[in-house]
Each structure stands twice: as structure tokens, then as C-alpha cells.
């Protein structure tokens, strides 16, 4: 089992920055890839970025490149999302992700809420 514990939500004027921390612990040894997603009240939750555990691959979604970047610090098994030029519309609720095992089991934070008012 993997756990993981987020931080750093919160509310932003447009234009501002927030950082995203994501820290897991359990059977660190059998993550394969972390990301962050993002929900909207009625929505499905989609991908905002991900990162390899081990290696240099990220991938972002296409609203996102450019203003946030995804990192990972593996000596405190954290990932982090820095989000910077925030807009109204990345308001969401927030949820690390991590991929893990042969099966690919996914396992998710708690989430955490970011608001960015206009």
C-alpha cells in the first residue's frame, strides 16, 4: 500500500502562484509514477502532470504547460507542484496520484482545495 499526504492548497488571486506537496510513504519501492489531478464539482477528474519515480519523464496537460512544473524529491519521497500564473480556471480540488506495482494499482491523496478568484 502506498500513502499519500498532501499540502499547500489555498485561495490565490489570478495571476499568483502556489506550491503543491505530495508526500507518500508505505511501499515507496513499487511507485512507478506520481501526478497530480484536478476535479471540478461535477466533472471528471483529469491529469494536470506526471512524473516518473524514477528517471526524467513529465508529462503536463496542455492548459497547464508553461505555468506549472512537476518535480519530485526522492530522499523525502515527495512530489510537488508548482503552479505558477494561476487563472480562475484551475480552481479545483487538487489529488496526488501515485501508480504502482506490476498491476498498476493507483492510490490517491485526500485532495486539497485551490481557488484562484479573478
Known amino acids: 500500500q502506498v500513502q499519500l499526504v498532501e499540502s499547500g492548497g489555498g485561495l490565490v488571486q489570478a495571476g499568483g502562484s502556489l506550491r503543491l506537496s505530495c508526500a507518500a510513504s508505505g511501499s515507496i519501492f513499487s511507485i512507478n509514477a506520481m501526478g497530480w489531478y484536478r476535479q471540478v464539482s461535477g466533472k471528471q477528474r483529469e491529469l494536470v502532470a506526471a512524473?516518473?519515480?524514477?528517471?526524467?519523464?513529465?508529462n503536463y496537460e496542455d492548459s497547464v504547460k508553461g505555468r506549472f512544473t512537476i518535480s519530485r524529491d526522492n530522499a523525502k519521497n515527495t512530489v510537488y507542484l508548482q503552479m505558477n500564473n494561476l487563472k480562475p480556471e484551475d480552481t479545483a480540488v487538487y489529488y496526488c496520484n501515485a501508480r504502482a506495482g506490476f498491476s498498476a494499482t493507483d492510490w490517491w491523496g485526500q485532495g486539497t482545495q485551490v481557488t484562484v478568484s479573478s
Open positions: 512524473i516518473t519515480w524514477r528517471g526524467s519523464g513529465t
